[in-house]
């Protein structure tokens, strides 16, 4: 999660996004683009992590020495020189000193990815893409994240209201000597309201295809195939980076149906009742699920006979289940009527691995071979994550 914020204080500009609960701040006398700023400590805070492997405040103090040698190439006399990771590697000469993965926080559930009979290494996306395994030799291997994080207003009865996905194609390569990549897509992939390709193109898109609003790429990516297989080629350059960003506002079926309802159970009472039904695969779990909904400020008593299924739906929902809660509430005045305007909405926080929404796909992974013996290892993951999800009241 990244938070972004800005002021002015004395005639200081101030700076700050926070990134896995660090915080990167700037500072200026002058009157800057606060996104370019703000899109600058991004990029640091990103070459840093494939640096050090992971972004956290034990892994920048043992290697206080290189994040600082970092800045200084990054940032020059005020001006920012460059934010790529492989430039950086050839003025960058501290050898990064890696935390031990026992410190690390336990990885749940979302990240235990799974491709066939396969298991991702946990410590996988934890790695520096700079420093060599034990041996002196690097684990060839590439990763490809597809990112999707929806927003779902739903209406007091259950309907769409709005919906909107902005997903990412993420990859993070821990190849040697940055071969070539062919990255194929859905083959009835169809971009812009209407069909309409990056380059105009127009193409017939039949019911099942999936519907792109825009999209943009990345610098290395090319595009010469992509009308014709939706294929993308590129170099990829070393670290962690966006191969494609797209948006898709077009109707798609949301991974959770809320319904909440809150009723008048007498003057100081009212019921509240809620429903989840997990719209997915029964052979997917979501992980980290979070149900919120605020209730009037003068409710004093929630029953406890439910407190404990509330908790029970703050962990994991299996696809197909369906989740109800009833809680009968007390209040320590009359609501006159207005619980409608104190409660709610209901707001859910979820990650769902290996499942997306927008039914993107990824048909292969072509690595370039240099060798009869070069078979890197490659790992393509879907992860699906709540941006907004809210049903009102």
Known sequence: MIVVRSLNLDGVNYFHVKVAGLLFVATTRINLSPSLV?????????VIKDYLGVLNEDSLRKNFVLVYELLDEVIDFGYAQTTSTEVLKSYIFNEPIMVDAARLPPL?????FMQGTKRMPGTAVTKSVVANEPGGRKREEIFVDIIEKISVTFSSSGYILTSEIDGTIQMKSYLTGNPEIRLALNEDLAIGRGGRSVYDYCSSAGAGAVMLDDCNFHESVHLDSFDVDRTLS????DGEFPVMNYRITQEFKPPFRVNALIEEAGAFKAEVILKVRAEFSSNITANTVVVQMPLPKYTTRLDDTHKKKVDELSRVIV????????AKLTFSQESHANIMKEAGPVTMNFTIPMYNASRLQVRYLQIAKRSKTYNPYRWVRYVTQANSYVARL
Request: charge should be positive; charged fraction near 20%; aromatic fraction near 0%.
């Open 234 to 237: 590129l170099v990829p350059p």
């Open 319 to 326: 696809g197909g289940s369906e989740h109800t809660l009833r």
């Open 108 to 112: 749940g559930p979302a990240s235990m």
């Open 38 to 46: 703000l899109e600058l400590l991004q990029r640091i805070a990103r």
